[in-house]
Structures are given as C-alpha cells and as structure tokens.
C-alpha cells in the first residue's frame, strides 16, 4: 500500500518562507516515472492546484504562486519538496501532495494523496 506523507507545515509571518516535504513509502511505488503535485485547500475553498513535476523534470505553477514557490524532487529518497517564499495570507490553506503516472492539473489526474499539512501565514 503505497502512502504519502506530508511535512514542514506551520506558522509563518508575511514575506516568510517555509519548505513542505512530501515523502512516499510503499513496495511497489517508485518515484521514477511518476508525476508529483502540489495542491492547496483553504476553508469554505475548493482544492485547488499549486504545481506539478513531471517525470521529465518540467515543472509547472498556478500563476498565484509563480516565481514564489520551487518544486524539487529527490527520486532516489521517493520525496519531493515545495519551497515556498514571500508567502501572503493567501497563502494559507492545507497542502496537499499528490502522486500519479498521469499527473496534470486536475485533482483527478493523480492516484496518491497525503493528507496535508497546515500552512498558516500570518501578519
């Protein structure tokens, strides 16, 4: 069973950073081949996509979050991270990770979910 789990939420100020881990364990999952995202839910919100890595080392940002946030895998420890700079109170919400072969853009598109971590920005 293959499962995923989140870390490095937290409180930060206004303009603060923060760096989420997602790690994966599980006999049969390998992080080569697989897609990786990032989503984020913020109270009475919908999910809603932050980033996605491919496989091929692409990776791609909601626009609210570009030039901000930095996606990076290390496929050799099944782990991925979500480096997140000059965070605003918008950001606030739960991270999600999520891992799928035919990851996109969609909550759909992806076949593991952790189980978030609380991300709280605060001024």
């Known amino acids: 069973q293959v499962q995923l789990v989140e870390s490095g939420g937290g409180l930060a100020q206004v303009g603060g950073s923060l760096r989420l881990s997602c790690a994966a364990s599980?006999?049969?999952?390998?992080?080569?081949?697989?897609?990786w995202g990032w989503f984020r839910q913020a109270p009475g919100k919908e999910r809603e996509f932050v980033a996605v890595?491919?496989?091929?080392?692409?990776?791609t940002y909601a626009d609210s979050v570009k030039a901000r946030f930095t996606f990076s895998r290390d496929n050799a420890k099944n782990t991925v991270y979500l480096q997140m700079n000059s965070l605003k109170p918008e950001d606030t919400a739960v991270y999600y990770c999520?891992?799928?072969?035919?990851?996109?853009?969609?909550?759909?598109?992806?076949?593991?979910w952790g189980q978030g971590t609380q991300v709280t920005v605060s001024s």
């Open positions: 890595s491919w496989s091929a080392g692409t990776s």
């Open positions: 599980g006999r049969t999952f390998s992080s080569y081949g697989m897609g």
């Open positions: 999520a891992a799928g072969r035919y990851a996109g853009l969609g909550p759909s598109t992806y076949d593991y």
